[in-house]
């Protein structure tokens, strides 16, 4: 099998980011989450390869917080697109756990089928490969296993790497993966390592049939009781690595600006506000409400894959402690009265 | 604290039991110990459930705006910073004091729930920080409810020790250069999920600046100019209602030292116009720093 030194990392980095950018997870400031590697500086910034994950997600690498999508020149009453921002420049992502990946097979659900093709994210995407740390140790509140993501071998990675320690095992198991590993090639020794053997997760969460029963349960009071500790504000979907809701807005100066859009929040009073005022989901229980839903019944009802990837990342920042593992926990022992 | 839990549940179970409350906001224990979290009782039933802990941080005053609309009478239980909180709440007509039931608690200074499930969520290398006495409670300088109906537990003296604006004077010293560079990394790291805004007792309007269409006053841009905008207004509105419970700074994920900011002004509100401390004292009718406005206000700045 194929191996990489750890200590061959840093080259292995410095070859890959010759032709693409190279996202890696690291700790930048007070931040954590992929960053460029060119950005990284050493005597301030950290590796985290070997840290469970970062706060942040690698979703951005595909589908950035705030990204241009054209330039508006306007001339009387005429209105003209001076330059569109699709871009195509090669993107790695390297070390991506199995569950942050399962978040951009589900943004591939949403912005490549079903008839409709985001060019801006298609762009992106297809520029885009996915080196990934394959996890053999769960944390806390780990529950990927149980929403469909392999941690070991997990889908849609272009390559695998297997952490034993002082090495990284290296599969290549797509095309775009045989591409960045010729890049490294002379790094890579050939040699027989033990892999490290899986652990049993910490958390089980029983998903089986809970977006069937969700469908019967919109009105259920038990959702007052969950939202009351909620603040309503956007932490867990922004560091979700599957949420993909977006807005649409446009900046000008004078007669010339651009068009962008920004990642949105369902938990914003703002986000389903009509242009006649009106807002279907006023109420903080009804945004709450939508966003469990929308993690565990509708998308799982378009898509047939749950939309949550059990990374338990908002379990870990919630300011108010609110648990996505206690509601599915909930869902499953709630009665319903047909 | 625990004698202080049993007391909270005997005195809500009382207070739903002859109805003076309709409902009842402490916490309640999740799976974990850390995982302490806003809990409102509506029956003695539930009254069980809640607890006073060394992880009960969070500004439960903030709950309250959940029942502005309504009638229901509120029994809440208040620290330092809770019962400044309410006070806030009261002058901007929030919430009336004729509603309230306050059980208030001179509080020892707690943990942060966030820190514990960060240090156990193996994202972090090595401990984030210390899980002793969190940064807001070791900066508090009222830890004894201002208004209660109930006390339970005696005074204790403020944790804080050293100089208050100590940061403030670091920043205010620095050239505009380094100040501007010294805002820009710390801003530009804002993911604008607006925690800060909604943890905020003083955050109580209803529709918020960030939030309008038309117009647009600030960018939903993620970069530094719409990031500082968004720090810069959120932080003006501040200026005289800044109760200090550092609720912002600490539910925030990527650590923006958002104190440091308040802490500026609270103490330029404090100099000139003061002496001025947010939300000190409840007097019907009178109105914070900066809420209103006489003819004879100087103005020889314009």
């Not at chain 1, 194929?2 to 700790?27: C, D, H, I, R, Y």
């Not at chain 2, 909180?85 to 608690?105: A, F, P, T």
């Not at chain 2, 802490?263 to 809420?291: C, H, N, R, T, W």
Request: hydrophobic content about 35%; charged content about 30%; aromatic content about 10%.
């Amino acid at each position: 099998m194929k191996v990489l030194s750890k200590e061959k990392l840093q080259t292995a980095f410095n070859k890959l980011n010759e032709g693409a950018e190279v996202f890696v997870p690291m700790q930048k400031g007070t931040q954590s989450g992929f960053h460029p590697w060119k950005s990284f500086e050493s005597d301030k910034d950290a590796l985290m390869l070997d840290a469970l994950n970062v706060y942040l997600p690698p979703k951005n690498v595909v589908f950035p917080q705030t990204e241009k999508m054209y330039s508006i020149k306007q001339k009387g009453v005429e209105i003209n697109i001076d330059e569109t921002f699709e871009n195509y420049d090669p993107t790695i992502i390297f070390g991506a756990r199995g569950c942050d990946i399962k978040g951009i097979l589900a943004m591939d659900d949403v912005f490549l089928t079903k008839g409709y093709e985001d060019s801006f994210y298609k762009a992106r995407r297809q520029n885009n490969t996915i080196i990934a740390n394959a996890c053999y140790e769960s944390g806390p509140n780990c529950f990927c296993s149980s929403m469909e993501v392999n941690p070991t071998d997990p889908a849609g990675a272009d390559v695998i790497i297997r952490d034993t320690g002082k090495e990284y095992v290296w599969e290549t198991k797509t095309e775009k993966g045989e591409a960045v590993t010729a890049v490294i090639a002379d790094l890579l020794e050939e040699k027989e390592v033990k892999l490290p053997e899986a652990k049993p997760f910490k958390q089980n969460v029983d998903y089986d049939g809970v977006a069937e029963k969700l469908k019967g349960m919109f009105e259920h009071p038990m959702w007052d009781k969950l939202a009351e500790p909620c603040v309503n504000c956007g932490m867990c979907t922004y560091v979700c690595p599957s949420c993909y809701c977006f807005d649409i807005q446009v900046k000008m100066w004078g007669d010339e600006g651009y068009r962008f859009r920004c990642w949105d929040s369902c938990m914003y009073e703002e986000y389903t506000r009509e242009a006649g005022g009106g807002n279907p989901r006023g109420a903080a229980k009804e945004r709450f409400r939508n966003r469990f839903l929308h993690k565990l019944e509708f998308f799982k009802e378009r898509y047939d894959t749950p939309l949550c990837t059990g990374c338990g990342r908002c379990i870990a920042v919630c300011p108010n402690g609110i648990n996505i593992i206690k509601i599915i926990e909930q869902v499953k022992e709630a009665e319903i009265n047909e | 604290m625990k004698e202080i839990t049993n007391k909270i549940q005997e005195i809500a179970s009382r207070l739903l039991q002859e109805g003076q409350v309709d409902v009842f906001l402490a916490w309640e224990q999740g799976g974990e110990a850390f995982q302490t979290r806003p809990y409102f009782a509506r029956t003695v039933e539930e009254a069980k459930n809640l607890v006073f802990n060394e992880y009960s941080i969070h500004n439960i005053a903030n709950s309250l705006l959940k029942f502005r609309d309504g009638q229901e009478k509120i029994g809440v239980v208040a620290k330092g910073c809770d019962s400044r909180g309410i006070v806030r709440l009261m002058e901007d007509n929030q919430i009336s004091r004729d509603r309230l039931y306050i059980i208030g608690i001179p509080c020892p200074g707690m943990k942060d729930p966030l820190i514990a499930a960060r240090n156990h969520s193996g994202f972090n290398k090595a401990n984030e920080s210390e899980e002793g006495i969190a940064k807001k409670c070791r900066d508090c300088i009222q830890p004894n409810p201002v208004i209660y109906d109930e006390l339970i537990g005696e005074e204790v003296a403020p944790h804080f020790e050293g100089e208050r604006f100590a940061k403030v004077r670091e920043i205010e010293a620095m050239s505009p250069d380094e100040r501007y560079k010294f805002f820009e990394d710390t801003l530009s790291t804002c993911i604008r999920c607006y925690a800060c805004r909604q943890v905020c007792v003083a955050c109580d309007c209803r529709t918020c600046i960030f939030d309008e269409m038309k117009p647009q006053w600030v960018g939903r841009e993620n970069n530094t100019t719409d990031n500082m905008m968004y720090h810069i207004v959120k932080a003006s509105h501040m200026a005289g209602r800044c109760i200090e419970c550092g609720e912002c700074e600490r539910v925030c994920p990527v650590n923006i030292p958002l104190m440091v900011i308040n802490q500026k002004l609270i103490k330029d509100v404090d100099e000139f116009f003061g002496p001025y401390e947010a939300g000190m004292k409840y007097e019907e009718g009178v109105k914070p720093a900066l809420s209103m406005y006489k003819e004879d206000d100087p103005d020889n700045f314009l």
